[in-house]
């Protein structure tokens, strides 16, 4: 037995979570309920043989058999329930009871109340106890409450181990309440750090945690101590209000709160305690904390206290100005949502200011880069203070990320006056502004220089062959310069050169996209109300290296098609040299691996570049190569593309008719044909710069996972894979320095990195971590999901939703709902009849696909939560709805 005033009572080992929290806020001098803890030692005596045998049983259960875990949990609990302790264990125990006192026994997992894992309410608490036989079988409870359903499927939604895990049970005195509740040191709803919320009732806690109640609300401003929202509580029993009748719901504008106390649970002074108390404990542990208190008799009592894991983190660096600062998602912007690791999120932000810097923009109060949670982030706090910034940023966001738009406008309306004063260019002299916008001006110069030059280009319909002989000559340049380096250290470092590099270099080409914006604004000009039109003229885009890669890939599953024994072998492999040894296998490996040496460097979500490429893992490729044997015909994915050429030629021709008809017909039309083509091949070639930047990213893999395979062998690292949880200037030091081994706790950044992969990531934040949400306002008159219409057109059948392309397939004329689409993807589209995903806009990869290859988009947020795979809906691209259809 450990006393929590013992000093060893605040070991996570012996004390489990909830004990060494509770040791610590004793050690910190706070008023906690005296007690003690039967340690993880006494847990650890009582498992013997029967029940590690079934614990690990347990852990070999596939994780999904949701039946088979809870039977064998079931099994554990029971058996755990009817042990006894040692007569040794019986005594210490009673040594510490106090005649007549009641206790209450709390669970203490050593995988709880952590940063990264809160398991709140997954395990047992035992109340009002008091004789040795009822709290040894309080405790006995508590540590059968290892094995909940509930733990069990945490802890394997979390990669944790049954085996890994332990238990210590703290036992307290009882504190007979006369009101409890939970104090939040930030607000949870909106994740804003300088936010304290209590929820309060009278008599004991449980009822408030376990939301039998709704309890009296609190939110303070943690600066001001002023209180800002006052909300009366209602019974769970029989919905009667708490305080009277009718209690009015303070305005949190206002801040207006009644003024009788008396019937309110907490007074305002006991308000200003509670926080005060919130203040320090989340000083003591470094995190925003989940506190629960008694009050008695007027003194406070903290019952326990744990981190609030669901909390997006803070985007560092913080700024040190003690203003608002407001971040965008850069991941969003790139339609990739999911939490990288802390080397591809750093390569990215050192990207992201080298660019920052080129354009002049100022390191201390312009555009700069943070990261969060796995994200990168730019504070765009210089756009947003400017009005005339702001607008063009908004108006920016429609084509790529217009869920981005409701939040940045709400928090400009609600909290203007707050950003900080910040300046885009670098410094406020004449000389230093002049030197900004002479950086400027070359970008400006080209932009206006590529219009002009396509108006005029004859070989227009050569740009994209020209974008892609420059992507490729460009990567394979670069490539060569990384492979040149002495050493693993240098061949990484001028990797990091070679990527700043190109991203100035591939501006030339990515400036030549704002002919789309001018084809489009002129055509729009000569051709009114013709969107049908001008959609139309972005399908069938064969020279795009997007689609010739989905062409090139349907050829080669027609050899497979035209080869019996390979088709047949289809049907029960996807494993590649399985299928060279039939007949006709030869040529479709070949055929196969011909594709490979062209698109092999692609994979989903590629600018993640930790994932692995299709050169390394073929599998999605295979598994869309089999959906099509099963459903397509010879040669359609080719008379598609032409279906669309002929329907955009028609376009055309109905908007030459639309121009005759104008003021200035004859002029009008003349315009028409070659402006609709040049829109056509300039379009081609928006792909490019990506198709260029993906294949650097993955000799930047290479070259990454090189290094760490050559600090597993010199026994560094325990697994190469951990290479990716260092950032770039650690891995650097770790290769030129190996006698002087850094100090990171890659065990600790293994679990961070998992715990950010299971938040949601949101859009806009800012630096007191407040998450604006806004909304899409629609006149769609629906009982589906209104969303943000990006490619026009109707189609229903089955839902496929589909987290991570790599190990999945889709079947002809199913839908694939997905959190969002990269270039990666595209394999899928072969057979998608519509697309519904969770991010992006008009202009992202997703979108762009879909306009091309045909089929109606829409952009739903949460998409892949609402929407189950085998349901049948149906997606109109038109109106941007998402509709539920019956069986």
């Known amino acids: 037995m450990l006393s929590l005033s013992d000093p060893q009572a605040t070991n996570l080992k012996l004390s489990g979570g909830k004990g060494a929290n509770l040791a610590k806020l004793v050690s910190a001098g706070l008023p906690v309920p005296d007690g003690f803890c039967v340690t993880t030692a006494v847990y650890e005596e009582l498992v013997d043989e029967e029940i590690t045998t079934m614990i690990d049983d347990l852990e070999a259960i596939d994780p999904i058999d949701t039946e088979r875990l809870r039977e064998r949990a079931t099994e554990l609990r029971d058996t755990i329930r009817v042990k006894e302790f040692p007569e040794d264990v019986r005594a210490a125990i009673e040594v510490q009871l106090e005649p007549g006192v009641s206790y209450v026994a709390r669970s203490s997992a050593t995988a709880e109340d952590l940063p990264t894992a809160s398991f709140a309410g997954q395990h047992s608490t035992v109340l009002d106890v008091s004789s040795l036989e009822n709290v040894t079988d309080a405790v006995l409870e508590c540590m059968a409450s290892l094995f909940t359903d509930r733990a069990v499927s945490y802890r394997a939604r979390n990669e944790i181990a049954h085996e890994e895990v332990s238990v210590c049970v703290v036992v307290q005195e009882m504190i007979d309440a006369d009101a409890s509740g939970v104090l939040f040191t930030a607000d ?176 201390e109060t312009g555009l700069s880069s943070a990261t969060a949670g796995g994200m990168v982030y730019i504070d765009i706090t210089p756009l947003l203070q400017s009005d005339r910034l702001a607008s063009y940023l908004l108006e920016g966001l429609e084509d790529f990320d217009r869920q981005a738009i409701a939040p940045l406008e709400e928090i400009r ?145 027609d ?85 669309l050429e002929t329907e955009a030629e028609r376009a055309i021709t109905r908007l030459e008719r639309q121009a005759s008809g104008e003021r200035f017909g004859s002029i009008r039309r003349r315009l028409v044909r070659p402006f609709a083509l040049r829109y056509r091949s300039y379009l081609s070639m928006r792909e490019v710069t990506k198709y260029a930047l993906s294949q650097l990213l993955d000799e930047t893999r290479r070259q990454v996972l090189a290094a760490g395979e050559k600090l597993e062998r010199e026994g560094r690292l325990e697994d190469v894979n951990d290479v990716w949880l260092y950032d770039f200037d650690e891995l650097l030091s770790e290769l030129t320095n190996p006698d002087t081994p850094i100090d990171v706790d890659l065990d600790a950044r293994r679990a961070e990195q998992f715990h950010h992969q299971q938040l949601r990531a949101p859009r806009v934040i800012t630096s007191e971590g407040e998450i604006p949400r806004g909304g899409i306002v629609s006149d769609v008159d629906t009982d589906g999901f209104v969303g943000i219409p990006t490619a026009s057109g109707v189609a229903q059948g089955q839902a496929r939703v589909i987290e991570e392309p790599s190990d999945a397939t889709l079947e002809t004329e199913e839908i694939l709902v997905a959190p969002h689409t990269d270039p990666g993807w595209t394999p899928l589209f072969l057979n998608a009849a519509g697309l519904v995903t969770n991010n992006g806009g008009k202009m992202t990869h997703g979108s762009i696909v879909a306009r091309e290859y045909g089929i109606p988009s829409v952009v739903v947020a949460g998409a892949t939560e609402q929407i189950e795979t085998g349901q049948r809906i149906r997606v109109d691209g038109n109106r941007g709805i998402v509709e539920l259809l019956d069986d």
């Open 188 to 363: 949870p709803l909106t994740g804003k750090r300088t936010v304290a919320s209590i929820d309060a009732s009278t008599g004991l806690g449980e009822a408030v945690v376990s939301g039998t109640v709704t309890a009296e609300n609190v939110r303070v401003d943690r600066e001001s101590g002023e209180i800002l929202e006052y909300r009366a509580g209602v019974s769970g029993d029989d919905g009667s209000d708490l305080f009277g009748a009718n209690e009015p719901t303070v305005d949190i504008e206002t801040g207006d709160v009644p003024d009788a106390e008396d019937d309110r649970v907490l007074t305002n002074e006991q308000v200003t305690t509670l926080v005060a108390y919130g203040e320090g404990i989340e000083r003591s542990f470094g995190f925003p904390q989940d506190i629960e208190w008694s009050i008695a008799d007027g003194q406070f009592w903290m019952l326990q206290t744990r981190p609030i894991t669901t909390l997006s983190p803070l985007p560092e660096p913080r700024p040190d100005d003690g203003a608002l600062h407001v971040y965008y998602s850069w991941n969003h912007r790139q339609g990739m949502t999911e939490a990288m690791p802390p080397l591809v999120a750093d390569y990215w932000s050192r990207t992201m200011d080298v660019l920052f810097d080129r354009f002049g923009s100022d390191p």
């Open 413 to 557: 309306k609600r909290r203007g006056d707050e950003l900080a004063q910040t300046s885009v260019l670098r410094g406020t002299s004449l000389t230093q502004t002049l030197s900004s916008v002479g950086k400027l001006a070359p970008v400006v110069g080209q932009t206006l220089g590529s219009i002009l030059q396509g108006m005029v280009d004859r070989s227009y319909e050569e740009v994209p062959h020209r974008a892609r002989q420059w992507a490729d000559a460009t990567a394979e340049e670069m490539i060569r310069e990384i492979r040149s380096g002495d050493s693993a250290a240098d061949r990484l470092q001028i990797a990091l050169e070679k990527n700043d590099e190109f991203s100035w270099e591939a501006m030339e080409w990515a400036l030549k996209l704002w002919n789309v914006y001018f084809y489009r604004a002129t055509l729009r000009r000569l051709c009114p109300n013709t969107d049908d039109e001008l959609e139309a003229l972005e399908r069938g885009l064969r020279e795009n290296v997007t689609t010739t890669m989905m062409i090139e890939l349907g050829d080669v599953t």
């Open 559 to 643: 050899i497979a098609r035209d080869n019996p024994d390979v088709e047949q072998a289809f049907e029960g492999s996807h494993d590649l040299e399985e299928i060279r040894e039939v007949a006709g296998g030869e040529e479709f490996t070949a055929a196969f691996e011909n594709f490979l040496d062209g698109y092999g460097f692609r994979a989903p979500a590629e600018i993640e570049f930790s994932r692995r490429r299709y050169h390394e893992d073929p599998s999605p490729l295979l598994g869309t190569v089999r959906a099509k044997l099963e459903t397509g015909e010879p040669g359609d994915h080719r008379t598609h593309v032409e279906r």
